[in-house]
């Protein structure tokens, strides 16, 4: 069964750092985009973060300077390091994938999602 596992989420003060990670497992043969989502209590989820196969990548325009996302190819790995956290980066943190697997079978997945929060 192919899914997006994260870890590394918790409780933080204002100024603290936490580094997510989003583990492919399955049949993967390889990912393509992948990306950082989160959703705060009565809001809409929203982009943090993408990644392309190549590298390349994209930042809201809330993280920049202090969230960095990074991938691991050989490990199916993707990580969100955050910085000079604010209780505003307070959320729940999706890992969103395009993932190859199996017999060249592609398709989108998401994790399960992973509490952030940070104190004042």
């Known amino acids: 069964q192919v899914q997006l596992v994260e870890s590394g989420g918790g409780l933080v003060q204002a100024g603290g750092s936490l580094r997510l990670s989003c583990a492919a497992s399955g049949s993967i043969r390889g990912f393509n985009a992948m990306g950082w989502y989160r959703q705060a209590p009565g809001k809409q989820r929203e982009l943090v973060a993408t990644?392309?196969?190549?590298?390349?990548?994209n930042y809201a325009d809330s993280v920049k300077g202090r969230f960095t996302i990074s991938r691991d190819n050989a490990k199916n790995t993707v990580y969100l390091q955050m910085n000079s956290l604010k209780p505003e980066d307070t959320a729940v943190y999706y890992c969103?994938?395009?993932?190859?697997?199996?017999?060249?079978?592609?398709?989108?997945?998401w994790g399960q999602g992973t509490q952030v929060t940070v104190s004042s």
């Open positions: 990644i392309t196969s190549v590298g390349r990548t």
């Open positions: 969103n994938g395009d993932l190859v697997y199996g017999l060249g079978h592609r398709g989108d997945y």
